[in-house]
């Protein structure tokens, strides 16, 4: 069976940085794109950053220029680099792998800028 672990959220400052992470485990042959998501109180859950097996990435405007998908594929873990972070950046970030046969997803990981 098996699992995204997130972890790396947590409390920080206006401007300030944090790295989330997501690894997988368990049976795992081959995985092809990855991605973060996030959803805010009240809010439909909404892309943030996703990364193709090749390498190829894509962000949401919001992210664009702030934020770095990036992805370790010996380790089977994604990471996301978010830098000038807003409070309106504030969330529950959850992690996706497309392992044949389909989606999985994290636990979620919060994410609170605030000052």
């Known amino acids: 069976q098996v699992q995204l672990v997130e972890s790396g959220g947590g409390l920080v400052q206006p401007g300030g940085s944090l790295r989330l992470s997501c690894a997988a485990s368990?049976?795992?042959?081959?995985?092809?794109?990855m991605g973060w998501y996030r959803q805010a109180p009240g809010k439909q859950r909404e892309l943030v950053a996703q990364?193709?097996?090749?390498?190829?990435?894509n962000y949401a405007d919001s992210a664009k220029g702030r934020f770095t998908i990036s992805r370790d594929n010996a380790k089977n873990t994604v990471y996301l680099q978010m830098n000038s972070l807003k409070p309106e950046d504030t969330a529950v970030y959850y992690c996706?792998?497309?392992?044949?046969?389909?989606?999985?997803w994290g636990q979620g990981t919060q994410v609170t800028v605030s000052s």
């Open positions: 996706t792998m497309y392992i044949r046969p389909r989606d999985y």
């Open positions: 368990g049976i795992i042959f081959s995985i092809l794109h």
């Open positions: 990364i193709t097996s090749s390498g190829n990435t």
